[in-house]
């Protein structure tokens, strides 16, 4: 197992580039089975994630391959023959539930399982089920085994009761193909939504609204290929701010779209960190002890994201006063705190609210990564405590980052991974 050896003290700083957004590509390169001619989809980071959906595709029939150099993926879907998840695989990845609308659209039949809990929560799929049955789709649950069937679906309105991000995505890429108008009603408004809409319109889909919690998708026939671009990691960079905050630091981000984290933004303000903001570039600097955040509600876009809330909690951890994280979303999203504690962080939790006393410094130890957020919030608390952080588990981050000892090396942070007793030093300046 792969660790993390990290040097803490170092301010980071320095120019950094920010991969594709994990969360647009999955969705997109399932939606790539919609279409009847090859995509090539640019700016897909290397991850894990998505080394296991390519090899769902294969397994469904697809040719699918991954261009390291470049960062695209070629998919040519034209022989796909099957609509059966494997178990080994939905089990591998929660996101391969991202299969079910476009399997169903293409086959009228699809076979999965229920995807269970994971480390940060019961994660349940009713919503992207109820959200298919409006469409017409007939779904028999048998244990864990899932058989959704509909020869034909058509456009209804589908009313969500809580904004999925997974569930609007997946009925949105049911509807493509659906007889008449879908309107999902309730829809989440995340930047990924967007992406996943302009590439299915890139390819000859009739979908607008995404952006907003309405979405309206006409059916058509089919779909062809074409090229997309998937847009850069938000969250990604979001980790990148608050590491440059916590270490007091200065970095600079490009490629990246400021809109998409105003809410963090606002926080690290509050905060006392200074922001520079480009068209796609931001600069982040801390030249003081960041000062404690009242309050920080995690909910969905354009709300502070769930996913940033472990990596923010640190900074807080190091932070001038009293803050309160608020974790709305999941319920099992905490587990970051055990570990911060353990470095010299004071930090209480009562249900979904955590309870943050800023202290001076922190310390390193040898600490777990529990899921993939957390292992990055641990990183930053390493890179940002005195002494030696050895970070376990990395295969949760891997998930999420490309080689996120790189992208750290390369701003001066002091991070080497170590793989099987075998060290690969970065040390990139
Ligand atoms: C996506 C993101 C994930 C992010 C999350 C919230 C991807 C690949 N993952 O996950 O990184 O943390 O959005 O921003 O895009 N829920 C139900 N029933 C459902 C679906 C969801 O009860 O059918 C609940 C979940 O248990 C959770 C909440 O709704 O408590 C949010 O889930 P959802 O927005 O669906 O997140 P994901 O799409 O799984």
Known sequence: MDKLVIEGGTPLSGTIRIHGAKNAALPILAASLLAEEPVAIRNVPRLLDIEVMLDILRELGCKARYDNDNRSVAVDSTMAGSSHIPEFLMRQMRSSVFLTGPLLARFGEVQL?????????????????????????????????????????????????????????????????????????????????????????????????????????????????????????????????????????????????????????????????????????????????????????????????????????????????????????????FKHVDELCRMGADIRVDLNNAFIRGVPELYGTSVEATDLRAGAALVIAGLAAQGRTVVEQVHHIDRGYDRIEEMFARLGGQIIRETNEREIVHQAR
């Open 113 to 333: 399982y229920q995807p269970g809990g994971c480390a940060i929560g019961e994660r349940k799929i009713d919503l992207h089920l109820r959200g298919l049955a409006a469409l017409g789709a007939d779904i028999q649950e048998k244990g864990s085994r899932i058989v959704c069937r509909a020869p034909e679906l058509r456009g209804t309105e589908v009313i969500l009761d809580f904004p999925s991000v997974g569930a609007t995505e997946n009925i949105m890429m049911a509807a493509v193909k659906a007889k008449g108008r879908t309107v999902i009603v309730g829809a989440a408004r995340e930047p990924e939504i967007q992406d996943l809409q302009n590439f299915l319109n890139r390819m000859g889909a009739r979908v607008r609204g995404a952006g907003t919690d309405t979405i309206q998708i006409d059916g058509v026939e089919s779909l062809h290929g074409g090229e997309y671009e998937i847009i850069p990691d938000r969250i990604v960079t979001g980790t990148v701010m608050v590491a440059a905050a916590a270490t007091r630091g200065e970095v600079s981000i490009e490629g990246t779209q400021p809109a998409h984290l105003t809410s963090l933004i606002h926080v690290l303000r509050r905060a006392g960190v200074q922001i520079e903001i480009g068209n796609d570039i931001m600069k982040v600097g801390a030249y003081a002890r960041p000062k404690a955040v009242e309050r920080v509600v995690t909910s969905p876009y354009p709300a502070f994201p769930t996913d940033l809330q472990a990596q923010l909690m640190v900074m807080l951890a190091l932070s001038e006063g009293v803050s309160l994280i608020k974790e709305t979303v999941f319920e099992g999203r």
